[in-house]
């Protein structure tokens, strides 16, 4: 494994402990504090998974979310949110929702089903005739529901 993740989240300490556990995974890192940050860092080179908090300053995770999949469409994307975000990522064609707290043996699997995703399945989660629902962790802590 040597995949480029970039986690995008305001709070330093969420950021340093995903970085700890992703890289602890075999995962390159990269950190983002908001928006802007995280369309500069997608722009510096290549990234195989997004994990985005919506909750962002300076540019809100939707902007950040717009302005990366206009450049990147098939990118595997985690948002991080509340679970009010569940229609526009439906929407949008995230790959998955969870919920914060993260759960991180959830986040972990998650990642790798979205990682091993067959470019057809994205394909047509993307266009919208995917008849299930993006991942979504809810704070019941349910188990996600894969595709896959």
């Given amino acids: ?18 970085r700890k556990v992703l890289e602890a995974e075999g995962y390159q890192v990269v ?6 940050e995280a369309v500069q860092e997608f722009e510096q080179g290549h990234v195989d998974l997004l994990l985005l ?13 717009e302005r990366i ?3 990147a469409p098939m990118l595997p994307i985690i948002i991080t949110g ?4 569940h229609d526009m990522a439906v929407a949008a064609g995230v790959g998955a929702l969870m919920d914060k707290p993260l759960d991180v043996a959830e986040l972990l699997n998650t990642m790798r089903k979205l990682l091993a995703e067959p470019i057809q399945a994205r394909l047509l989660r993307l266009c919208g005739y995917d008849q299930e629902k993006p991942r979504h962790a809810p704070p019941s802590r349910q188990r996600v529901r894969h595709r896959l």
């Fill in 1 to 18: 494994m040597n995949e480029k993740v970039l986690v995008v989240d305001d709070d330093a300490s969420v950021r340093e402990s995903l």
């Fill in 82 to 85: 509340q679970a009010n975000h």
């Fill in 53 to 65: 908090d919506m909750g962002l300053p300076v540019k809100t995770g939707w902007e950040a979310f």
């Fill in 31 to 36: 950190l983002a504090a908001d928006g802007r």
């Fill in 69 to 71: 999949t206009s450049e």
